[in-house]
């Protein structure tokens, strides 16, 4: 697959916008791409996850990109080398750099084959990555495409833990408010709360391996007319490798019921909306060696190895299924989500040689 037909390959995906939720338009794209670079088995599964066969025998590699971004366009242009576009950092041009390197097979190779797939929801509810488990896909290693960088390779993520915490007060008149106590203002004290709590457990080694809340949202109501007597928090918590979604949960509790007793005058529920458990690759897997030697050769420099603060696929593949695993793609992870996203297409174009290296490595 030549150089022009891969940038142009993430080109189109980049000028589809597919904001979670709403792949649609781009999984149809990908069909017809894909069945135009003669992968086989071409299809995709009830979430719309789209899948790609190239090859056959094993070992049976499987790559895996997501297809949906976070929301807000940007204007899709190419300018100093770079190609701008949400998506182009995470992650469709991983997926696009996937998508050349398994077409750079031949369909009647005998003795390996490579499953491309493209995801759903990875920025939402990770509901593709759980379909994709439930295809029950006969694969010996997998690699899920998110920035890394074209010289690193990420083979460990952080938990999360989505919490929701209602906290509900008695409500009066506004001008009362020096005799009664506000929900929002309760709810706030607790996510002050909180955050001390989490505070303990900062480690002197990093973000990495301490426990950190992110409040994302807040929801209050007045059912009278009054002073909000019902406000609601949604809370991202992020799990060092230390502590399992089970560990987290019983912290939160602890802490809510110790803020609780200190006032009574407030109720809470806790409950929890998502659980991510951490998850730390092997190091010493075949998979990792073959995609570390492979970049040593096309770079020519040492291979870095990251720890992530986030959350990804991998977590969820690697924990439920045990099957070698590691993440590795192009672009800056510090332009992800960002207004300004875009990827220099000279690392777009030399992860494909990676990818390409890696797989030679691995069936040989």
Known sequence: MSSTTSIELLKKMLETYSPSGKEKELSTLLIDELKKLGFEKVRTDKVENVYGEMGSGEPVVLLCGHMDTVLGWIPVKT???????????????????MVSAAASLKPERKNGKVIVAGVVEEER????????????????????????????ITFAYRG???????????????GAQHLLDSA????????????????KYKSPHGVFYSLTPSLIGIISRRTSGGLPDICILNIDLRLPPTLKCEDGMALVKESLNNFQRMNPEASFVLSSTDRIEPFVAERNSPIMKALSDAIAEITGEPVKFLRKTGTGDMNIFGNLTGIPVVTYGPGDAHLSHTSNEYVEIS?????????????EKVFS
């Open 79 to 97: 300018e100093d080398n770079r190609l701008y576009g949400r998506g182009a950092v995470d992650a469709k041009s991983s997926l696009a750099a």
């Open 347 to 359: 690392e777009y174009l030399s992860s494909i040689q990676v990818y390409e290296r890696m797989l």
């Open 125 to 152: 509810t990770a509901k593709g990555v759980r379909q994709l488990i439930r295809e029950r896909l006969k694969v010996d290693c997998a690699i899920f495409g998110e920035p890394s960088g074209i010289k690193n």
């Open 160 to 174: 999360r833990l989505g919490l929701k915490v209602t906290c509900k007060t008695k409500t009066g008149h506004v």
């Open 184 to 199: 929002i203002e309760k709810s706030l004290e607790f996510w002050n709360w909180l955050k001390a709590t989490c505070e």
